[in-house]
Each structure stands twice: as C-alpha cells, then as structure tokens.
C-alpha cells in the first residue's frame, strides 16, 4: 500500500465537501379532507468536510441523515441551499461527473448488489457504464480491487448470494472504490452486519482511506461506531445539526443535551433502550 501524506489543512481550497444552508421538504398527502402536511427533514443544515477528514453524521432514526447523504449524491434535489465540491457548485448537469466523484456505500449490501451478476461483473458494470478502460484493463483492475478488499480469488466468479454480509459489503465497498471517488459517503455501512464482522469492514474502510486518500462522511445513528473513526463530529436532530465539534469535544465535552443524551444511550448497558428523554432538550 502506498504512504500518504497527512492532509494540509489551510483555506477553503482544502475544503473537499461543502454544504450551504440544504433543505429538503417532503410533502405528505393526508388524505381527501386534510390539506397535505410537511416534513422538513433537512433542515437548514451547513457543514464542511475538508479534504482527507472524516466527519461522522450522527442521530437517531428519522432525524434526517439519510436524506441528506441523498442530497450529497445527487439522488434526491434539496428544496433549498446547495452543495459545493471542492469549491465549485455541483447541479443536475455536473450529475455525471459527480457520481464518479461521490460514491455511496449503504447499509444493505445484500438490496445494492445485482443478485444475477457476479462479483467480477458487479464492480466491472461501473467502469463500463463510465467509458473507463479496455476489457482487459477493465477486468484487471476489477481484481486488483477485490484482492485490495479482501475478497478471495475463488469469490470473484460467484454471485452475492453465495457470500457472506461482510463479503457483500466487500463487493460494494469495491464497485465504490473503482471509480477512484474523491469522496465516500458511507451511510450505516455496518448496521446491518454481525457485530464480529463490523470491526473487520470499518479497520476495512479506515485501510482504504489511507490508501487513496480519500474523505468519508460517516452517518451512524451509533456514537461509539464512529468514535475511532472521525476527527470532528456533527449531531443531526429533527433535520438540524445541533451540535458540531472535534471527536474529543463531543466525547469528552458535548454541550448540547440532545449530543449527552446520544452518548447515555450507547453507554446503556441493554441494547435497545433507545434514547432517554432528556427535560429540556426542546427548549
Ligand atoms: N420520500 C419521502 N417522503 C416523505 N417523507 C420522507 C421521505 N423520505 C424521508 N422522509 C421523512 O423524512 C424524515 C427523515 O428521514 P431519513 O430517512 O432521512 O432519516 P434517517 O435519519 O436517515 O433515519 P434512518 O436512520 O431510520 O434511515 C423522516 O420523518 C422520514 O419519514
């Protein structure tokens, strides 16, 4: 693997992610006699994430992560506000170039992975659909990839049923990296995972990161999944980011009650106690 250099921080041009002010509403049609209501799922919402970072996103379910991580990959248009890379406005017409930019890894790599194609074929599909290289350029580079991942070379001719969770979130993980992206944005990678499996993808994901020297914007609903990943931290609640620090501040200093109440629930010695309610916490 090769050395990377740490990333310069400086001014703006190191600012690889850029979210200005992006909101999105959802319209919910409530039947014949009710005018429709709205959601604001997003909700104001500014954030930058400098080249070579990994921010981790977090909040618990519905607060809005993964509608923004849509906005972000140009799958979803936000109502208002916008999104820059690298300085540069990103629109409908950049959607091309953006995609090669920006890959996604989701939570289920079982629903985003063909289940009629095989590994070698799963990954190789990106680099067809974007001009990239020979067939043979195509097919070494895809094993390349799946040997960098982890992924045997008896797997590569099998189909993503015949794999593991983990192996499946391998394969995705490569069809992501092929395209070489920028950026990744890895929403819930391991929430669908054997908590055995979980640290082998993310020791998987921080290797990868180092080896292309690449920015992650890391969504989890779980503080200690992104505890030893991220350098800062943003707390998403009811669509607005209510608190935005470095991993030490929010792990040993949050302010907010929302952020305190997050970090109470994962210390909660039984899983599934969800998050306690706080007085106050709405004002
Ligand atoms: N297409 C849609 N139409 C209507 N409402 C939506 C749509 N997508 C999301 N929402 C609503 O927007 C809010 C935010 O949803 P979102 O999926 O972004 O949250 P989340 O934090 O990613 O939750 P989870 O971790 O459970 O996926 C929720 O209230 C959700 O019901």
């Known amino acids: ?133 020979t067939p043979d350029e195509r097919k070494k580079q895809v094993r390349e990839m799946l040997d960098l991942v982890g992924m045997p070379s008896r797997t590569h001719s099998q189909y993503p049923g015949q794999l593991s969770g983990g192996q499946r979130q391998r394969v995705a993980i490569a069809r992501a990296l092929i395209l070489r992206p920028e950026i990744l944005i890895c929403d819930e990678p391991t929430s669908a995972l054997d908590v055995s499996v979980q640290a082998q993808i993310l020791n998987l994901l921080l290797a990868l990161k180092q080896e292309f020297s690449l920015t992650y914007l890391f969504i989890s609903h779980n503080l200690s999944v992104v505890e030893h990943l991220v350098d800062h931290v943003a707390v998403m609640r009811k669509g607005q980011i209510v608190e935005q620090g470095t991993r030490e501040q929010i792990f040993s200093q949050p302010q907010h009650p929302y952020t305190r109440a997050l970090l109470a629930s994962v210390m909660t010695p039984e899983p599934g106690l969800g998050i306690p309610e706080i007085e106050g916490i709405d004002g």
């Open 1 to 133: 693997m090769s050395k990377l250099t740490p990333p310069h921080i400086a001014g703006n041009e190191d600012i690889a992610l850029e979210l200005c002010a992006l909101s999105r509403t959802f319209r919910l049609n409530r039947g014949l006699f009710k005018s429709p209501a709205e959601i604001r799922a997003v909700d104001n919402v500014s954030l930058r994430i400098r080249r070579g970072e990994t921010l981790g996103l977090v909040g618990e379910s519905g607060c809005g992560k993964s509608t923004l991580a849509k906005m972000l990959l140009g799958l979803l248009p936000p109502t208002t506000g916008n999104v820059l890379i690298e300085g540069r406005e990103v629109d409908a017409a950049d959607r091309r170039k953006l995609s090669a930019r920006i890959q996604p890894i989701f939570q289920d790599p079982w629903s985003s992975l063909n289940p009629r194609r095989t590994v070698s074929d799963v990954v190789e599909v990106a680099l067809r659909l974007h001009h990239i290289g």
